[in-house]
């Protein structure tokens, strides 16, 4: 379609025919000293001859042509703050005697039109489209919110000292993906629709076509930006540089400058990380969750149950950043997460500038190792929402219980839901409860009628849980993350595992192997344990201790004078193993230190890397990859894992602070 | 395999937390104002005042106790000989002592006073300093008895009472973030005072749970939260020189001065305003 004319002054017809498609309309205006995006009135509410003057660490409104609305710049907070609002609220729980009401919120998202959109931003909008569009369920709230947005994007005039669009092929020219495309040139605007519905706005407007002059103007002003910007950040192999600098000295240089404030994340266009907060009644009877904007610098973001941190260090949450960013982004979702706004530069307190970081870390011509993991897909890993059966969330009734140690016990849980039932060994549920987090716990016995989950006291919402009486009613959310790839075991030697607790997500696994028995090779189980009472499911163990078809070896790390057995770590066990490694698939769980001790012995017996398979524990909160605490560089451990083989993680399983 | 044996269990109450849990609240050096802020929780007072025994809370009640106390609220510093005698009393009657405020869990204004001759500061405000018996430092509770959990701010904040109290009601743990003011003045979409002003703030060393409110009224953080985890002090103390080194030490002297990051920030700038230069004071406990 041709580009059409709307003359400046008759600027609030556009305004006018947004707000009879029933919109609010969000757009540029001037709060406490800068630019933000906020609910216009009118065109007279658009920043007329105010520009963001940004340095790294410094912003300042400058004064430019009065005359023209859109030469501002960038707002300080992206179009996520509507897209994917900083709290949105979650479910509301209810406990009534033994049972619980469980209420997902719902509302329709109000309609919006995005005013002054930049190219930058149309294309950071995409890019968490795709995050949260991500399978398998994706992010209901901000598919709903997106659907229900309008974008009319104004192309930039002018850049800002900050700006790197050039570099992440992210602007400055406005292509597609605005309903409404603008240009400001001197006495209005170019006016282009791209949508059916920006185009049925346009035509409301009755412009006249514009002049050849008038495109040529609008073709000349954005050139200039774009040689303004230049391409300040060598983006040629940037992910497989950052993949292979992540021992860079450069990390602990910048933590000691960065103050692990969060404030490069939250102005973020496509960052995308929340935290669930829970509030409840004082007597924890009812209780609500709330979703809000959290950032991989914040401490409690990488925190697992007793109170262990993935990355306790600035610089391993920086490296976090940067490599997410612009490297395991495109791992996960076949794009860039960066789209070079240079929000990050201008908001960050003390002025650390990432396209100076970057060339630090990753310079051109550093000497590349191989990659720390295989590569992902084109596309990325993430599917696309809807490609995989959805969890969903059920009640389930408490009744059995059966303590196992001093802080662990298992529960059996009746559940009635064919969707959660048809869950596979080493999948995981969430479990929720009003007035309590909800922590994800492996499945340790799939029963035709419901689950048995073996859960340790590591905190106080699983503290909760085996403390519950029988009869009582929570919510489990599920099934969810990739279980044990069992069948490949098939006609070969079997090894299990274990480490602790760790037995409870491979006791399916020996179910399931129980089952099918000459299917299977010769199944041997090498447990250990803290001391003796620390060993699961003893009873069930010594009863198949009988088994000729079974070998069951134990250790434990210390135990007293009425222990018999085996004193040591697990891979002792393996001193003795006359078996063939190569005819072996392994099955892993326990600690990660653990667990890589084993990894590293199995590897030394023969057992190839693909087939030996861990489960990892890491901060699993959404259960579904879209709320980003599990990330582990390309992986999100809910999604993709948790179990994983050698071969897949590579370096990722040995790299401290990932 | 066979099953695991199935114990039918009866409901019983959490040890932890007993059903009407006997609460006191107390001060030690302080101006009472973080005591206050229960008071102010008036929407749920009479409901909280249903679900726990107050049976210490000199500003509320004629009603006293020297316990035992389910958990226990201190207000204040320790500033005086007969606070410590009285805390490491109050400690053996407590199952959880919390620290409330600025005074207690970081020392509070008044140990500005940490850096300077302890006679000269008792001279100054006293006209008989003889009869006046304190410490040569106001400290904070932890450094004389273990402390279960605390509340920072001055005064504390009554979301983060709230809080406080459900969780020990419900047996969760309290939702205390220790990140930075930083992550609330984003989601509250406060535009940044330090880039967008120049005005100095200490957000991003500092412990959210204020709401952001000074940045979001245009001035800076003043730290009343003290510091966060991983609290970069020393960086931000850099970034803020380009003003001049007296300004950077005034910056982070104020209600959690004597908090170890500050404290260092403060160290390295030349001490808070007024303070005599290293070496003259007498600064060791």
């Known amino acids: 379609m041709t580009d059409r004319f709307l003359p400046v002054a008759e600027l609030d017809t556009l305004f006018d025919a947004l707000a009879a498609d029933g919109r609010r309309i969000i757009g540029p205006t001037v709060g406490d000293g800068a630019i933000v995006y906020e609910e216009l009135d009118g065109a007279a509410d658009l920043p007329w001859g105010r520009v963001v003057e940004s340095a790294p660490g410094r912003v300042r409104l400058g004064d430019g042509d009065p005359a023209r609305a859109f030469d501002y710049g960038l707002g300080v907070t992206a179009w996520k703050r509507f897209t994917h609002p900083p709290a949105v609220p979650g479910a509301r729980f209810r406990r009534e005697d033994d049972s619980l009401r469980v209420e997902a919120a719902a509302g329709s998202p109000p309609r919006l039109a995005f005013v002054g959109v930049r190219a930058c931003e149309i294309a950071a909008l995409r890019i968490q489209e795709r995050v949260m569009r991500a399978g398998p369920l994706g992010d209901a709230d901000h598919v709903a919110r997106r659907a229900a947005s309008l974008i009319v994007a104004v192309e930039c005039a002018r850049a800002t000292d900050t700006c790197f669009c050039t570099s992440m092929e992210a602007g400055p020219e406005v292509s597609d993906g605005a309903d409404i495309a603008m240009a400001e040139i001197a006495g209005g605007f170019l006016v ?19 002049t050849e002059a008038e495109t040529a103007a609008a073709a000349a002003q954005v050139r200039a930006v774009r040689e303004a910007i230049g391409d300040p950040v060598a983006a040629e192999g940037l992910p497989d540089r950052l993949r292979n600098a992540l021992d860079s000295p450069r990390w602990a240089a910048i933590a000691d400058r960065c103050l692990a404030c969060a404030n490069c994340t939250l102005v973020c266009p496509t960052c995308f990380c929340t935290s669930v907060a829970v509030a409840s009644d004082l007597d924890g009877i009812e209780g609500t969750t709330e979703r809000r904007w959290d950032s991989c610098f914040s401490s409690g973001f990488a925190r697992v149950a007793g109170d262990a941190s993935f990355r306790p260090a600035v610089a391993d949450r920086y490296r976090q950043w940067m490599t997410h960013k612009f490297a395991t982004w495109w791992d996960q979702f076949g794009m860039s997460g960066c789209v070079g706004c240079g929000r990050c530069i201008a908001w960050c307190p003390v002025a650390i500038d990432v396209r100076e970081e970057l060339a630090a870390v990753a310079p051109i011509g550093l000497p590349s190792g191989p990659p720390p993991w295989p590569a992902s897909p084109g596309s990325g890993r993430a599917p696309e929402i809807g490609t995989t059966p959805p969890p969903v969330r059920a009640i389930a009734r408490i009744r059995s219980f059966a303590r196992e140690t001093a802080d662990t016990a298992t529960i059996g849980l009746a559940i009635t839901d064919p969707a959660i039932l048809a869950a596979a060994p080493g999948q995981f549920v969430l479990v929720e409860q009003p007035a ?15 689950l048995e989950l073996t859960i340790r006291a590591a905190g106080p919402a699983t503290a909760r849980l085996i403390d519950l009486p029988l009869g009582t009613e929570v919510a489990v959310r599920g099934p969810l993350g990739r279980g044990w790839p069992i069948s490949t075991a098939r006609g070969r030697d079997v090894v299990i595992v274990a480490g602790g607790i760790g037995l409870a997500p491979l006791r399916p696994v020996l179910d399931s192997i129980l089952a099918e028995r000459p299917r299977f090779g010769a199944v041997r189980l090498y447990l250990g344990a803290r001391s003796p009472a620390d060993r699961l499911f003893v009873d069930e163990l010594s009863a198949l201790g009988g088994r000729a078809d079974l070998e069951i070896a134990e250790i434990v790390d210390r135990a007293g004078g009425d222990w018999l057995g085996r004193i040591g770590v697990v891979t002792q066990l393996f001193d003795q193993a006359a078996w063939d490694g190569s005819r072996v698939t392994a099955f892993v769980c326990g600690p990660e230190r653990m667990m890589r001790a084993t990894a590293a012995a199995l590897e030394r017996l023969g057992v190839a890397r693909d087939r030996t398979w861990v489960t990892l524990e890491r901060n699993m909160a959404c259960g579904v990859g879209t709320c980003g605490h599990c990330q582990l560089g390309p992986f999100f451990v ?15 399983f040995m790299v401290e602070g990932l | 395999m066979t099953a695991s044996a199935t114990v039918v269990r009866t ?18 050096a302080s101006c009472d104002g973080c ?5 102010d929780l008036e929407d749920e007072l009479l409901a909280i005042a249903d679900r726990v025994d107050i049976v210490e809370f000199a500003e509320a009640t004629s009603r006293r106790s020297a316990g035992p106390f389910d958990v226990l609220l201190v207000e204040g510093s320790v500033s005086t000989p007969d606070q410590v005698e009285e805390l490491l009393r109050l400690r053996a009657v407590s199952h959880r002592l919390i620290t409330i405020g600025a005074c207690a869990t970081a020392g509070g204004i008044q140990a500005l006073r940490n850096w300077r001759d302890h006679d000269e500061i008792r001279a100054a405000v ?7 018996e304190s410490l040569a430092q106001a400290r904070p509770v932890s450094d004389f008895v273990a402390v279960d959990g605390e509340l920072r701010g001055c005064p504390i904040a009554p979301d983060q009472l709230r809080e406080l109290l459900t969780a020990l009601l419900t047996g969760r743990r309290p939702q205390l973030p220790d990140e930075a003011v930083c992550l609330e003045c984003k989601r509250r979409g406060v535009v940044c005072v330090t880039v967008a002003g120049s005005i100095p703030c200490l957000g991003p060393v500092t412990r959210t749970g204020c709401g952001a409110i000074c940045p979001a009224y245009g001035r800076g953080c003043y730290g009343c939260f003290g510091p966060r985890e991983s609290a970069n002090a020393a960086s931000l103390a850099a970034w803020f020189e380009r003003g001049s080194p007296a300004d950077v030490a005034r910056l982070f002297a104020g209600f959690t001065a004597w908090s170890a990051p500050f404290r260092a920030a403060i160290d390295t700038y030349g001490g808070p305003p007024g303070a005599p230069v290293a070496g003259e004071g007498s600064t060791d406990a």
């Open chain 1, 192 to 210: 282009r629709s791209g949508s059916a519905a920006g185009a049925s706005i346009v035509e409301a407007l009755d412009l006249r076509p514009a």
């Open chain 1, 436 to 450: 309590f987090a909800a922590p994800p716990i492996s499945i340790s016995r799939i029963r035709p009628d419901g």
């Open chain 1, 638 to 652: 809910c999604r993709d894992g948790p179990v994983f083989s050698l071969a897949e993680l590579g370096d990722a």
């Open chain 2, 11 to 28: 409901p019983r109450p959490r040890s932890a937390v007993p059903t009407r849990p006997r609460i006191g609240v107390v001060k030690l």
């Open chain 2, 35 to 39: 005591q206050l802020t229960l008071l």
């Open chain 2, 126 to 132: 006293y006209p008989r300093p003889a009869f006046i």
